[in-house]
């Protein structure tokens, strides 16, 4: 994985298609994209609907780029997007990951730190406080499996 264009079909991989299951906060998705968000991005169709290559602007606009991830070892930004993607504490993640600062406030020392961290041990770590984070949100029992199953791919991806 080398690239956006890369890490946005692996992520697919991982969201798939329609989506409005009952228990999932985020509501109606599709490709991942809540409704809120594609609303936010000028789409007014039905959320089954919503284009692929909306989904993918909409990725590289909103969890991509505002993360610098282009700047990033492909592993280690791979794992940043799919979590900026998904949701959760991301830049508290990437800061205890690679051994920043802990603030939760994105900026060039957390760049730094990132940049400066062992792809590997990156890795690692960021995906263990993703997953401790996840077994503490009510939806754990409804969503346990398909997290769980997200979790292991992304491991595979941050090891090759």
Do not use: C
Not at 22 to 43: H, N
Not at 108 to 137: C, E, H, N, Q, S
């Amino acid at each position: 994985m080398n690239s956006f264009d890369d890490a946005f079909e692996a992520l697919i991989g991982s969201e798939g298609g329609y989506s409005f299951h009952p228990a999932d906060p985020g509501g109606e998705t599709m490709w991942g994209v809540t409704a809120r968000v594609a609303r936010g991005y000028g789409y007014a169709g039905a959320m089954k609907d919503l284009p692929l290559d909306l989904a993918k602007r909409i990725a590289k606009q909103k969890y991509w780029d505002p993360l610098h991830l282009d700047e990033f070892d492909p592993r280690v930004a791979f794992q940043i997007f799919d979590a900026n993607y998904n949701g959760g504490l991301v830049v508290l993640w990437m800061q205890k990951a690679s051994g920043a600062k802990e603030d939760g406030k994105f900026g060039p020392d957390t760049v730094d730190a990132v940049k400066a961290a062992d792809p590997m041990r990156f890795v690692l770590r960021f995906i263990a406080y993703r997953l401790r984070y996840l077994k503490g949100l009510h939806a754990w029992p409804t969503f346990s499996r398909g997290w769980t199953e997200r979790m292991a791919t992304n491991l595979l991806l941050g090891a090759a």
